[in-house]
């Protein structure tokens, strides 16, 4: 099994950046692949970015491209999302979650959930 732990959400004005960290712990937390899903208020649940458990790659959805840098510290099981140039619809809460086998981008394919960080963009 394996826990999450988010932080670093908080409120920033647009164009403002936010450094959000994720630490993982249990038995199989270095094995697994550790994502990034965000949920805003009324709305489905959205892929942001995942690593692989030796960080040697990411993935990143089309909405944040360009702006968002994923990081891993594979010895402390850790990950990092660094947010740049943050507009409103940025607003949500975020998730970080964990698989042990599946896709990178598909939320049902992640069986271990973080508690959530806010994240709020104002105008």
């Known amino acids: 099994q394996v826990q999450l732990v988010e932080s670093g959400g908080g409120l920033v004005q647009a164009g403002g950046s936010l450094r959000l960290s994720c630490v993982a712990s249990g038995p199989t937390a270095s094995m697994a692949i550790l994502g990034w899903f965000r949920q805003a208020s009324g709305k489905e649940r959205e892929f942001v970015a995942a690593t692989s458990p030796s960080a040697g790659y990411t993935h990143y959805g089309d909405s944040v491209k360009g702006r968002f840098t994923g990081s891993r510290d594979n010895a402390r099981s850790t990950i990092y999302l660094q947010m740049d140039n943050l507009k409103p619809e940025d607003t949500a809460v975020y998730y970080c979650?964990?698989?042990?086998?599946?896709?990178?981008?598909?939320?049902?394919?992640?069986?271990?959930w973080g508690q959530g960080t806010q994240v709020t963009v104002s105008s």
């Open positions: 979650a964990a698989t042990l086998s599946g896709s990178y981008t598909y939320a049902s394919r992640y069986n271990y």
